[in-house]
């Protein structure tokens, strides 16, 4: 049986094709319009065939996006956006990263969408969907996304970083791979008790010697703030007698 599209994805960005990927694998029909191909005439005749419209395009232009069609009753919008807050608008976060490329469906399945108080859950937005869901007050959003910010992007950026200084001494992408395969593999099956290194040995006089290393180059001020989130982090903060960096500075 073919069934009528529920929904129009609006984009064709990195979400826009991951999702399209992932409604296809589960076989939800689905809509698109881009404005790279479609006309505004075009999208209005497709939001009239669709119950939702989902707005998979860059945070700034989602707002603008609904101004500039009133004809859109405003319970039919769903944004993606991990911090944008938007009165009546629904909203379901996919927590995870789209990069250009695809994935297999038992990621898409596991990803957790993040919705907000009042708003349809994912169940009711899209039934075919049995991915976990949450609900998040909309005060809380905005260091929610801080901290998926914290933790993914910045932990690539570290290790594109490490990556290209290594390969100025001949070291590849490839030869750094079961470092970060096993730095990961420890993290996912044993969160607590990951950190290795002389952080977690309490080893000042190495710590000190890092610093050295990295003074005056962008890392520098990376490194004292990671020592400083680390000692901010203990039950009861090492002693740090060597003075490396005073965690209430
Ligand atoms: N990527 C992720 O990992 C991720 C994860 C969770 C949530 N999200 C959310 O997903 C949404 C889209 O992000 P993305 O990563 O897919 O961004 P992206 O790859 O940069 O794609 C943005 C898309 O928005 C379109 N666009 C921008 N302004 C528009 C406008 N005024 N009218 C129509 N289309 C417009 C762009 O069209 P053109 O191609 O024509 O420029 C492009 O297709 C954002 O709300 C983001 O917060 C992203």
Known sequence: MVHQPSHLFVGSGRLAKHLHHYFTLKQVPVLQWSRRQ????????????AQWVWLLISDSEISPFIE????????????????????EITSLHPLMSFANELYPLDIYSR???????????????????????RRLAPEDKARYHALCVAA??????????????????????????????????????????ALTGPLSRGDWPTIERNQAALAGTPLAP??????????????QPKENTRGVIDANA
């Open 38 to 49: 479609d006309t505004d005439r075009e999208f209005r005749e497709l939001a009239n065939q």
């Open 68 to 87: 500039a069609h009133p004809e859109i009753e405003r319970h039919r919008w769903v944004h993606c956006s991990g911090c944008l807050v938007l009165p």
């Open 111 to 133: 990803m957790l969408f993040v919705g907000e108080p009042g708003h349809p859950p994912l169940a009711t937005v899209c039934p075919e969907l049995d991915n976990p869901f």
């Open 152 to 193: 993914n992007n910045f932990s690539v950026l570290l290790w594109q970083t490490a990556a290209r200084e290594f390969l100025k001494w001949g070291i590849s992408w490839q030869e750094l791979l079961p470092y970060l395969e096993v730095t990961m593999n420890n993290l996912a099956t044993h969160p607590t008790t």
């Open 222 to 235: 990376v490194y004292d703030s990671f020592v400083k989130l680390f000692l901010l982090s203990q039950p």
